[in-house]
T-cell receptor
Framework: NAGVTQTPKFQVLKTGQSMTLQCAQD?????MSWYRQDPGMGLRLIHY???????DQGEVPNGYNVSRSTTEDFPLRLLSAAPSQTSVYFC?????????????FGPGTRLTVL | AQSVSQHNHHVILSEAASLELGCNYS??????LFWYVQYPGQHLQLLLK??????LVKGIKGFEAEFIKSKFSFNLRKPSVQWSDTAEYFC??????????????FGTGTLLAVQP
């Protein structure tokens, strides 16, 4: 049971490039989400999904796209990278979207945009 | 909109000192409350959570937190810290009704350094 996995661990992009951050979970969790972590700002929700085929925006969705074609995978796409997107990105999942469930976090992807 | 405030950004303690980290949230309705910890180089993991019942919640590694509804607070405590408690601590809240209720709002975090 690998839990929540994320790839890559580190990435450097140039402004304007696009890329996809991968997230997968093997716990058959219904709910998945993406956060970004910036110094002094905690974690902020980018997008979330309550099940395959269903996604919605979080607090800071601009510049990011998501899809959820399977229960296991929830990739995050940067459409045209900007320096403001330099951050650490965490994927998380929980059994349901019921509110009291523990969220399990992946190890993070550290992204630098030059 | 819901917001979470953590009053201490950096805390430095000696081993065996007592710890209390403050957390306040803004929304006055029913909420679920969480404390997560991020040890150096590791991902976030749950320390404890409150969703109903006894307002004094015990978590892993000797941590506890008290939910005080009248003060909108959920402070984290540990009677005697160890060097291994050095980490960043995040308070988080969600509102259990309406839509995708597992949307967590995080505080800005408190960096705890415990000196041996």
């Amino acid at each position: 049971n690998a839990g929540v996995t994320q790839t890559p661990k580190f990435q450097v992009l140039k402004t304007g490039q696009s890329m996809t951050l991968q997230c997968a979970q093997d716990m058959n969790h219904e709910y998945m989400s993406w956060y970004r972590q910036d110094p002094g700002m905690g974690l902020r929700l980018i997008h979330y999904s309550v099940g395959a085929g269903i996604t919605d925006q979080g607090e800071v969705p601009n510049g990011y796209n998501v899809s959820r074609s399977t229960t296991e995978d929830f990739p995050l796409r940067l459409l045209s990278a900007a320096p403001s997107q330099t951050s650490v990105y965490f994927c998380a999942s929980s059994y349901s979207s019921g509110g009291a469930d523990e969220q399990f976090f992946g190890p993070g992807t550290r992204l630098t945009v030059l | 909109a819901q917001s979470v405030s953590q009053h201490n950004h950096h805390v430095i303690l000696s081993e065996a000192a007592s710890l209390e980290l403050g957390c306040n949230y803004s929304y006055g309705g029913t909420v679920n409350l969480f404390w997560y910890v991020q040890y150096p180089g590791q991902h976030l993991q749950l320390l404890l959570k409150y969703f109903s019942g006894d307002p004094l919640v015990k978590g892993i590694k000797g941590f506890e937190a008290e939910f005080i509804k009248s003060k909108f607070s959920f402070n984290l405590r540990k009677p005697s810290v160890q060097w291994s408690d050095t980490a960043e601590y995040f308070c988080a809240v969600n509102e259990p009704y309406g839509g995708a209720t597992n949307k967590l709002i995080f505080g800005t975090g408190t960096l705890l350094a415990v000196q041996p």
